[in-house]
């Protein structure tokens, strides 16, 4: 079992900055990736922006530029720095891992519960 504990949610003003962070903890044997993702109200869970083990980044394309994707591998920890935040990231944000947890190499995906970022014009 792997638990992801996220941090780092809240209010801000359009134009302003938050970092995010998610612990993961657990049954890990090896990590092939994590990542970031948000839903809005009535919209699509959505790829902000993930990283694979060999470091390689993907972003959403309204975040490139803006949001950076970063983790610190010895603590299992991914973090996400957004900065010029828009009202259009409103959205609740949720950690995802992928890696192995036996023997069996199957990679597994666990979730994180969320946490809200609201930003306001």
């Known amino acids: 079992q792997v638990q992801l504990v996220e941090s780092g949610g809240g209010l801000v003003q359009a134009g302003g900055s938050l970092r995010l962070s998610c612990a993961a903890s657990?049954?890990?044997?090896?990590?092939?990736?994590m990542g970031w993702y948000r839903q809005a109200p009535g919209k699509q869970r959505e790829l902000v922006a993930d990283i694979i083990n060999s470091g390689s980044t993907n972003y959403a394309d309204s975040v490139k530029g803006r949001f950076t994707i970063s983790t610190d591998n010895a603590k299992n920890t991914v973090f996400l720095q957004m900065s010029s935040l828009k009202p259009e990231d409103t959205a609740v944000y949720y950690c995802?891992?992928?890696?192995?947890?036996?023997?069996?190499?199957?990679?597994?995906?666990?979730w994180g519960q969320g946490t809200q970022v609201t930003v306001s014009s």
């Open positions: 657990g049954r890990i044997l090896s990590t092939n990736s």
């Open positions: 995802k891992w992928v890696g192995m947890v036996d023997r069996t190499t199957v990679n597994y995906a666990y």
